[in-house]
T-cell receptor, first 110, second 113 residues
Framework: DVKVTQSSRYLVKRTGEKVFLECVQDMDHENMFWYRQDPGLGLRLIYFSYDVKMKEKGDIPEGYSVSREKKERFSLILESASTNQTSMYLC?????????FGQGTRLTVV | EDQVTQSPEALRLQEGESSSLNCSYT??????LFWYRQDPGKGPEFLFT???AGEEKEKERLKATLTKKESFLHITAPKPEDSATYLC??????????????FGKGTLLTVNP
C-alpha cells in the first residue's frame, strides 16, 4: 500500500558535499512537492513540480535544486550542503482528493 | 500570499475530554483544505480533505468541518493514542493545473490517561 517512498530515513553528510534526496510515487500524480520541517517553523515549501521536467520555486529555494526526469520520481539536490540545511525533509504527492507524504528523511550536515 | 494559522499551538487533554482544534486561512482560489496527523519522526498521515463551506467529514473520534474562513477538527472522547501533532494545509490555485499546498505550524495534542 506504499504510495510515496523516500530513499533514506536518515542521512549524515559533511559540509560542502552534494546531496541527493530521492522521492518516488506510485499513484501517477502530476504534482510532487519537497518540504523541510523545522521546530517552530512548520513545513516550508522548497520546490514543487507539476509535470515532468517542470519545476517551480517554493518559499525557500535557496541552496536547493530539483530534478524531475520521470513522472514518478522527484529529486531534491543540495548543491553544497551546509549545517543550516540540517532538517527533516518531506516529499508529498497530491492528486485528487488526497495528498500523501513519504516517511521523511532526517538529514544531518556536520 | 496564502496564510494558514493553527490554534492553539499545544493542547493537553485528559482522556475522554472532548475539544476542538482551529485552522484559519486566507487564500485566493481555495481548492481544498487538508488535515493530517503527524507522529514524532514520521511523515504526516493524511486524514481528511474538505472542499466547500458546510462540508463535514468523520473518522473514528475525529470530525472535520469547514467554513469560508476556518476549519475545525473536533476530537470526541480522545484516547492517549490520539496524541500527535495535527497539521492543516490549504491547497490553492497557482496557475495552470498546479495546486500549491501551504501548511500551518500545527497543534501538538497530548492526551493523558
Amino acid at each position: 500500500d506504499v504510495k510515496v517512498t523516500q530513499s533514506s530515513r536518515y542521512l549524515v553528510k559533511r559540509t560542502g558535499e552534494k546531496v541527493f534526496l530521492e522521492c518516488v510515487q506510485d499513484m501517477d500524480h502530476e504534482n510532487m512537492f519537497w518540504y523541510r520541517q523545522d521546530p517552530g517553523l512548520g513545513l516550508r515549501l522548497i520546490y514543487f513540480s507539476y509535470d515532468v521536467k517542470m519545476k517551480e520555486k517554493g518559499d525557500i529555494p535557496e541552496g536547493y535544486s530539483v530534478s524531475r526526469e520521470k513522472k514518478e520520481r522527484f529529486s531534491l539536490i543540495l548543491e553544497s550542503a551546509s549545517t543550516n540545511q540540517t532538517s527533516m525533509y518531506l516529499c508529498a504527492s497530491p492528486g485528487g482528493a488526497e495528498a500523501f507524504f513519504g516517511q521523511g528523511t532526517r538529514l544531518t550536515v556536520v | 500570499e496564502d496564510q494558514v494559522t493553527q490554534s492553539p499551538e499545544a493542547l493537553r487533554l485528559q482522556e475522554g475530554e472532548s475539544s476542538s482544534l482551529n485552522c484559519s486561512y486566507t487564500v485566493s482560489g481555495l481548492r481544498g483544505l487538508f488535515w493530517y496527523r503527524q507522529d514524532p519522526g514520521k511523515g504526516p498521515e493524511f486524514l481528511f480533505t474538505l472542499y466547500s463551506a458546510g462540508e463535514e467529514k468523520e473518522k473514528e473520534r475525529l470530525k472535520a468541518t469547514l467554513t469560508k474562513k476556518e476549519s475545525f477538527l473536533h476530537i470526541t472522547a480522545p484516547k492517549p493514542e490520539d496524541s500527535a501533532t495535527y497539521l492543516c494545509a490549504v491547497q490553492a490555485w497557482s496557475g495552470g493545473s498546479n495546486y500549491k499546498l501551504t501548511f500551518g505550524k500545527g497543534t501538538l495534542l497530548t492526551v493523558n490517561p
